[in-house]
């Protein structure tokens, strides 16, 4: 069995805190789109029944399976197969900002989830990343890079291709905002990373993260937004 205490300190203190926001799950039908090595859609399937789908056979030779959920191999293409409004919650955690064509994977996202459903999209914040640079790593050219609109870029994933949160529902007019929250909002500014790995120091944080979480003078320098939807049968 799994436990979040494996992974690393900053990607178990997201995932801690994403699920937190996302609330008690259970018996709902859960898309994860860009599932990675698994970790939410295992989290997930402890309750409910979890489709995931995720590219990368490397991600996937290090899949977390304590739970059972059907994991699909493949892209966009792949979910073209599944039926239509069939899912009560969709799952894309940073995943839009490494696909060239994120409009066709909002309306194909969109298209699988009922009238009610919610969507839950973490992405980049561009000014939190700017905050990192110039602060914590101390790169002040690639602050300056990011302040003119450049791409940042991912150790594992390359490309870093920011959008803003509006253009989601500009994309897609049947989602509606429910909920906008920050997330590392101190994190990618802490200086004692000795401690990070630390569950004392975990608990803490994350309460102070939480605590934070939706003040929109903090909420704008967060590392990711996670963006809540529902959605509607039709917008007026």
């Known amino acids: 069995m799994h436990e979040i205490t494996e992974l690393p300190p900053w990607d178990r203190l ?18 994860d789109f860009g599932s990675g ?13 979890v489709i995931a ?14 739970y059972t959920y059907k994991q ?19 799952i894309c955690h940073n995943v839009l900002e490494y696909i060239d064509d994120k409009e066709q994977v909002i309306n194909e996202l969109c298209r699988l989830l009922k009238v009610g459903g919610r969507f839950s999209i973490v992405k980049h ?8 640079m110039a602060v914590l790593l101390d790169d002040i050219g690639k602050a ?6 450049k791409d940042g870029v991912s150790s594992q994933f390359g490309a870093i291709r920011y959008y803003e949160d509006e253009q989601i529902t500009k994309w897609n ?32 944080m994350m309460k102070l ?16 937004h996670h963006l809540l939807f529902v959605k509607e049968l039709k917008r007026y």
């Open 37 to 49: 090595e698994g970790i939410t859609a295992n989290h997930f399937a402890n309750k409910n029944t």
């Open 173 to 204: 007019e049947k989602l509606k905002l429910l909920d906008l929250f920050g997330i590392r909002t101190f994190w990618h500014l802490q200086q004692n990373q000795q401690k990070h790995g630390t569950e004392e120091w975990q608990i803490q």
């Open 53 to 66: 789908v995720e590219p990368s056979e490397i991600m996937l030779n290090h899949r977390w399976k304590d």
């Open 14 to 31: 997201l995932k801690r805190i994403v699920w937190e926001q996302l609330g008690e799950i259970e018996g709902k039908r859960i898309l």
């Open 144 to 149: 300056n890079d990011l302040l003119d609109g």
């Open 209 to 224: 993260e939480m605590r934070v979480s939706k003040m929109e003078e903090y909420r704008k320098i967060a590392l990711f």
């Open 125 to 132: 914040n561009r000014a939190g990343r700017v905050m990192q």
């Open 72 to 90: 699909i191999v493949g892209d966009i293409s792949k979910i073209s197969e599944l039926e239509d409004e069939s899912f009560d919650l969709i």
